[in-house]
């Protein structure tokens, strides 16, 4: 059976599966580094034209054995969907998706990453490393997200050199997903940034407030706003966490706000962290919410002209994450 928009909203909503560490190397499992997700091996299943990510879980419900020349997901001892494991360039595949900083001095309480303490590459890895992944062909983008080392002012300017020394050398869009500065989307356009992204994370300031400490929503808006006018339409998003309490009226009214500001909203569901589970008590969705939101996004879309499936970097492209409008449902 290939994946639908309904399979793949279960698989997304339970996000994990139990898979041979046989059927893992074929294909050179991922782990993340910037995220919620940081830190936890994943690997892709690509099916009916869609594309879903699972982390590495041998406690999951889902299981992924081979089958024919490709493999099948089991849940209660019964298959539910047939397709092919993905090759991944450099996080996902088809782009060479790269992290500056592993590292964060902000302390979102749903992230690991300032818990994690990862490298920060410097510009001579961030080329070696993308060069590697065009090696692997079928390179499609190139993507470069970070966490905040020092400030985001230090992780802008990089961002902006890499951006530079990589599109003089490649042919492909570059997306960059970094905290905004007062000149974040003038700096990266100028260096021939495509798209760029600044998350919301949430769109209820309380639990803004409780999850983000130290952060402003109102700068992120305020930032979005200014990245359309600089990069114009279709070329702004933001990551919407669904999972941290929530309500769908919240998450609709966001929707509305965002697009109407011409962001295309990327519903992201939680991934509960260990390192993160004494902190915060956060649910993933059940795929129920996950279709109902999506579909109301995709409504929310072509009602304010925008396309979801135009993009053409980051996670809009790669879809494995989320439940995509335009592209699932």
């Given at each position: 059976?290939?994946?639908?928009?309904?399979?793949?909203?279960?698989?997304?909503?339970?996000?994990?599966?139990?898979?041979?560490?046989?059927?893992?190397?074929?294909?050179?499992?991922?782990?993340?580094?910037?995220?919620?997700?940081?830190?936890?091996?994943?690997?892709?299943?690509?099916?009916?034209?869609?594309?879903?990510?699972?982390?590495?879980?041998?406690?999951?419900?889902?299981?992924?054995?081979?089958?024919?020349?490709?493999?099948?997901?089991?849940?209660?001892?019964?298959?539910?969907?047939?397709?092919?494991?993905?090759?991944?360039?450099?996080?996902?595949?088809?782009?060479?998706?790269?992290?500056?900083?592993?590292?964060?001095?902000?302390?979102?309480?749903?992230?690991?990453?300032?818990?994690?303490?990862?490298?920060?590459?410097?510009?001579?890895?961030?080329?070696?490393?993308?060069?590697?992944?065009?090696?692997?062909?079928?390179?499609?983008?190139?993507?470069?997200?970070?966490?905040?080392?020092?400030?985001?002012?230090?992780?802008?300017?990089?961002?902006?050199?890499?951006?530079?020394?990589?599109?003089?050398?490649?042919?492909?869009?570059i997306g960059v997903?970094?905290?905004?500065?007062?000149?974040?989307?003038?700096?990266?356009?100028?260096?021939?940034?495509?798209?760029?992204?600044?998350?919301?994370?949430?769109?209820?300031?309380?639990?803004?407030?409780?999850?983000?400490?130290?952060?402003?929503?109102?700068?992120?808006?305020?930032?979005?706003?200014?990245?359309?006018?600089?990069?114009?339409?279709?070329?702004?998003?933001?990551?919407?966490?669904?999972?941290?309490?929530?309500?769908?009226?919240c998450v609709m009214?966001?929707?509305?706000?965002?697009?109407?500001?011409?962001?295309?909203?990327?519903?992201?569901?939680?991934?509960?962290?260990?390192?993160?589970?004494?902190?915060?008590?956060?649910?993933?969705?059940?795929?129920?919410?996950?279709?109902?939101?999506?579909?109301?996004?995709?409504?929310?879309?072509?009602?304010?002209?925008?396309?979801?499936?135009?993009?053409?970097?980051?996670?809009?492209?790669?879809?494995?994450?989320?439940?995509?409008?335009?592209?699932?449902?």
């Amino acid at each position: 059976m290939e994946m639908n928009a309904e399979i793949k909203a279960l698989l997304v909503s339970i996000g994990s599966a139990n898979i041979d560490e046989g059927l893992l190397r074929e294909v050179a499992g991922t782990i993340p580094s910037a995220g919620p997700g940081a830190g936890l091996e994943s690997f892709f299943i690509k099916s009916g034209g869609h594309r879903v990510r699972l982390s590495v879980n041998k406690d999951s419900p889902l299981k992924v054995v081979r089958c024919h020349s490709g493999v099948a997901v089991i849940k209660d001892e019964i298959e539910i969907v047939t397709g092919q494991l993905e090759p991944v360039l450099s996080h996902c595949p088809e782009q060479a998706y790269i992290t500056i900083s592993g590292r964060c001095i902000n302390d979102c309480k749903f992230c690991p990453v300032p818990l994690l303490n990862g490298d920060v590459k410097s510009l001579d890895t961030i080329l070696r490393l993308v060069e590697e992944a065009n090696q692997k062909g079928n390179l499609r983008a190139i993507s470069i997200t970070s966490g905040v080392a020092k400030s985001a002012e230090d992780e802008v300017k990089k961002a902006v050199d890499v951006v530079k020394v990589l599109k003089a050398k490649y042919n492909v869009p570059i997306g960059v997903s970094v905290y905004p500065t007062e000149t974040s989307s003038e700096e990266l356009h100028a260096a021939g940034a495509t798209e760029t992204k600044y998350n919301v994370e949430t769109m209820d300031p309380e639990i803004f407030a409780r999850f983000c400490p130290g952060l402003s929503l109102d700068y992120i808006l305020k930032s979005l706003e200014k990245a359309v006018k600089i990069f114009g339409k279709n070329r702004v998003t933001s990551n919407f966490i669904l999972g941290l309490g929530e309500s769908d009226d919240c998450v609709m009214s966001g929707v509305d706000q965002l697009t109407k500001m011409g962001v295309i909203p990327n519903l992201r569901p939680i991934s509960p962290h260990p390192l993160r589970a004494v902190e915060v008590g956060v649910k993933r969705p059940s795929p129920e919410r996950l279709l109902k939101l999506a579909r109301y996004t995709r409504k929310a879309l072509e009602e304010n002209g925008l396309r979801a499936d135009n993009a053409e970097t980051m996670c809009l492209a790669c879809t494995g994450c989320d439940v995509t409008p335009q592209r699932d449902v």
